[in-house]
């Protein structure tokens, strides 16, 4: 017979059960028996955060960085309403979450009480699934569930709503035996055997194929990388990732063609407008990928490997829908290409073509030996970097771009940025929650001077944890993207994207107790970086650098593959209505 | 710039869900948040226990609109399974409604002659107003009403389509 506990207690237990090791949270009212259930046991860590949005994001960090699913714990209300963003965000990336959110006691659900927010009504639609918790004794069964929901599937964010009357009434908890089985939820893992055939012969028989791939084989897990470059090696197929993917092939392979889409390189997206078979595995032709969808690959046929079917045709009609885990799918596929005998196509032409679009040199940028290049400064971190393996997080923006252009990477895991949603902030505690997971690796947050103001406060989280991470702020004085949009678009009327009033980031680092950083001149970039790299704890840098520089290649939006621009001057300065809304 | 309308075809979709808390505003949540149209949507319990539900929907998009939308219905943890009966060939769809006609002379008359050829019923009378139950297709009933709008008109209640395929097999 087992005894009966407190819900806070069969909470604990069953993260505990689920093998949790961390919980990133911040306490308040509707979540003191939790926090006091934390404070009696020495299994589950718990990171205090400065604010719950932060949470959000570390416990992303910490997911994307460990394959693990993240956890938060926040308080009802304005707890959890600062989740939100964190939530929607993990969404769009499919990064699984378990947020436990606490709750008004029962009887006061409805009427206005005291930190009350609608939870489950909020965060319905920016989660994968979530639950109001009435009984603490279906608690157990359902934080099982929960983590079952967040880690299948297409992964993403479930919020567990627990209203405080919940937590403190006792009921028994067991621990589920063996493999859960829900009754309406049962993602396809195994693709049909006759899709994979048809993959294969149209695989087989292509002329012009191009390996387009997505997060979803950092999902599947590293095996699936390892299928990935397996099936390469056997294929002889050219490889682009969208900017969720980049680190599931190598940067180094020769057959790397680099990041496609609005600012992806010029290869890239010429094969993927030039190729007569696109295997898309476990990405989901997102407008930034696509660019105007009319003039899309008009030769190919197309296979979409995806776990959602809802991904599947919502963007781009494919010839050929498989519904699996990419990594399933994968071998699956090199299982009968083996099978059958396959052996590799003569691609030679293709590749020569592909030679002639990359000789095009589209992530050259111009050199300066008065200013620091952005460019420059993520091409010297990575080279200066690269023997150490570094987990990469960013913010939102030009950096972001620059670093998905200049910051190669060897295998999956490593990089860390939000995709989907876009969210500025999301970085910093990113790289907190990747630096809780890997307490050994070095992480390397790379800014923009807008983004890294977004969760500032999360400074001092690093330093209460004393986590090493290290800040590199390309500082341009301007939210660079929306300045180069203005730029590019609305003929350099920079309305409200110069970054007035910015702190003294150096004197800021030293207030938290970081070491703070600053590089003005081209010259004393190494030697900066090397600072960085040498200084124990947590860093941040204050890169002064160029500050009109622009991201190039660039396809506008609602442009076509072939209508890239490559360089500054190809720039017209102010773009029809149409062009204006888009995205 | 002005913003530019697509044809819509009309599609009538049967959603078997588990009947937990929350259910239908996840479900037409999807369809707002989406920008999905419902025309009409109708559910109850359909089991002894009370713990499965069947949500009739009613919507209009093109082809590739309303495959996203069964492919997003289907992804919604507690659903059992979506059928597109549109899709699926015939079926049959009934509804109800409440018509409420005041008047007099003439137009008492006609109602309730009106009323006879739809096969409606009076379930309520005074001595200047019918209330009239009358199911039947969609169509039936938006006749039915263009009709009593000559004859004194006041209200109408609706139920929204409940649908079913024809044939022996479950949908």
Same mark, same amino acid.
């Given at each position: 017979m087992t005894t009966e506990r407190s819900g806070a207690d069969i909470l604990v237990q069953a993260l505990t059960d689920l093998g949790v090791e961390v919980v990133f949270g911040y306490p308040g009212g509707a979540v003191l028996p939790i926090y006091d259930a934390i404070f009696k046991q020495a299994k589950i860590r718990h990171i205090l955060v400065r604010q719950e949005g932060g949470a959000a994001h570390a416990a992303e960090g910490y997911a994307r960085s460990t394959g693990k699913p993240g956890v938060v714990l926040v308080t009802s209300g304005p707890g959890a309403t600062n989740v939100v963003t964190g939530l929607a965000d993990a969404l769009m990336d499919s990064i699984p979450l378990v947020v436990i959110t606490g709750q008004v006691p029962t009887q006061l659900i409805g009427t206005d009480a005291f930190q009350e927010a609608d939870t489950v009504g909020i965060t319905r639609h920016c989660t994968k699934h979530n639950y109001l918790v009435k009984d603490p004794a279906s608690l157990g069964a359902i934080v099982h569930e929960a983590f079952h929901i967040a880690t299948s599937g297409r992964p993403g964010p479930v919020v567990i709503d627990l209203p405080k009357d919940v937590q403190i009434a006792a009921a028994t908890y067991r621990k589920p035996e063996g493999p859960l089985q829900h009754k309406t939820y049962r993602p396809q893992v195994k693709a049909e055997a006759a899709a994979i055939e048809a993959a294969v012969e149209m695989l087989a028989a292509a002329e012009r194929p191009i390996l387009y791939t997505g997060g979803g084989i950092i999902n599947a897990g590293p095996y699936a990388s390892t299928l990935l470059r397996e099936l390469q090696a056997l294929t002889g197929a050219p490889v682009t990732s969208t900017l969720m993917g980049? $680190? #599931?092939?190598? #940067?180094? &392979? &020769? #057959?790397w063609l680099g990041m496609l889409g609005m600012h992806g390189t010029y290869e890239a997206n010429m094969a993927m407008n030039k190729a007569d078979l696109i295997l898309c595995l $476990? #990405?989901?032709? &997102?407008d930034r990928v696509t660019g105007r969808l009319d003039a899309f690959s008009p030769e190919s046929r197309k296979i979409h490997v995806d776990i959602d079917r809802s991904s599947i045709n919502k963007n781009v009609r494919v010839d050929l829908p498989v519904v699996a885990d990419v990594g399933s799918a994968l071998a699956d596929m090199l299982a009968v290409w083996k099978a059958r005998g396959h052996e590799k196509a003569d691609l030679g032409e293709w590749w020569r073509r592909i030679e002639g679009w990359r000789a095009r040199q589209s992530l050259a940028f111009p050199a300066s030996d008065h200013e620091i290049m952005p460019q420059k400064a993520i091409q010297r971190i990575w080279e200066m970097t690269k023997d150490k393996d570094p987990i990469v997080t960013t913010e939102v923006g030009q950096h972001q771009m620059w670093a998905a252009q200049h910051f190669h990477f060897q295998d999956p895991n490593r990089w860390l940025t939000s995709g989907g949603l876009g969210t500025m902030g999301y970085g910093l505690p990113a790289a907190i929650g990747a630096q809780v997971g890997n307490p050994d690796r070095l992480v390397i947050g790379l800014s923009g001077d807008a983004s890294v103001l977004m969760n500032i406060q999360e400074m001092s989280t690093a330093a209460q944890y004393r986590l090493p991470i290290k800040i590199f702020i390309l500082n341009n004085m301007y939210m660079g993207m929306v300045r180069q949009w203005q730029e590019l678009i609305y003929a350099s009327r920079y309305s409200e994207s110069y970054s007035e009033a910015l702190p003294d980031f150096v004197k800021l680092a030293e207030s938290f107790g970081w070491t703070g950083l600053r590089i003005e001149q081209p010259g004393d970039l190494d030697g900066g970086i090397e600072a960085m790299l040498s200084a124990p704890g947590p860093v941040m840098v204050d890169c002064r650098v160029a500050q009109l520089a622009n991201c190039f290649p660039m396809i506008p939006s609602g442009a076509a593959h072939t209508d890239m621009i490559l360089h500054a001057e190809e720039v017209v300065g102010e773009a029809t209505d149409e062009a204006k809304a888009l995205v | 710039m002005h913003i530019k309308e697509q044809a819509a075809e009309r599609h009538t979709l049967s959603i078997v869900v &588990?009947?937990?808390?929350g259910i239908l505003a996840r479900i037409a949540g999807m369809f707002t948040a989406r920008g999905y149209n419902i025309a009409s949507l109708t559910v109850a319990d359909i089991t002894e226990d009370h713990g499965v539900s069947r949500i009739t929907i009613v919507t209009y998009g093109v082809p590739e609109m309303i495959d996203q939308i069964i492919a997003q219905l289907d992804r919604l943890v507690p659903v059992h399974r979506v059928t597109d009966l549109s899709d699926l060939g015939p079926h049959i769809e009934r509804e109800m409604a409440l018509v409420k006609v005041a008047g007099t002379g003439d137009h008492r008359i006609e109602a309730l002659r009106l009323a006879e050829v739809y096969r409606a019923r009076v379930v309520d009378s005074t001595i200047a107003s019918f209330v009239f139950e009358v199911t039947g297709n969609p169509e039936k009933i938006d006749k039915f009403c263009e009709l009593m709008r000559e004859v004194g008109l006041v209200e109408v209640a609706r139920t929204g389509v409940a649908a079913m395929a024809r044939g022996r097999e479950a949908a």
């Open positions: 980049l $680190g #599931a092939f190598p #940067a180094s &392979d &020769d #057959a $476990g #990405a989901r032709f &997102d | &588990d009947n937990e808390a």
